[in-house]
């Protein structure tokens, strides 16, 4: 069973930045996509970013295309989110997933196999 754990959230202003890191543990690392997820107060959980386990693909939500970036390093079987130009419409509660791989370039959405319990994010106006 593979553990993960959040952190690097925070308090930014509006135009700042955070890197979020998801710390994996228990399992074979390269084996599995992994995934970036955030939840608003009063809204649902959502798709953000993610990456295959090869570390060539990546998929991002609209909403933060083009200002959020994510990486691995498998050697250190960690994910980064690197959030750049955050709007206050950016905090939430993120969480890291993971999900088994079917191939070394599929990216997931959904469906995800094992959860970070989150870290959070505030970006003031």
């Known amino acids: 069973q593979v553990q993960l754990e959040e952190s690097g959230g925070g308090l930014v202003q509006a135009g700042g930045s955070l890197r979020l890191s998801c710390a994996a543990s228990?399992?074979?690392?390269?084996?599995?996509?992994i995934s970036w997820f955030r939840q608003a107060p009063g809204k649902e959980r959502e798709f953000v970013a993610g990456?295959?386990?090869?570390?060539?693909?990546?998929y991002f939500a609209d909403s933060v295309k083009g200002r959020f970036t994510i990486s691995g390093d498998n050697a250190k079987n960690r994910v980064y989110l690197q959030m750049n130009s955050l709007k206050p419409e950016d905090t939430a509660v993120y969480f890291c997933?993971?999900?088994?791989?079917?191939?070394?370039?599929?990216?997931?959405?959904?469906?995800?196999?094992?959860w970070g319990k989150g870290t959070l994010v505030t970006v003031s106006s």
């Open positions: 997933a993971v999900r088994r791989a079917v191939s070394d370039h599929s990216v997931y959405t959904g469906g995800m196999e094992y």
């Open positions: 990456l295959s386990r090869s570390g060539a693909k990546t």
């Open positions: 228990g399992g074979t690392f390269s084996s599995y996509a």
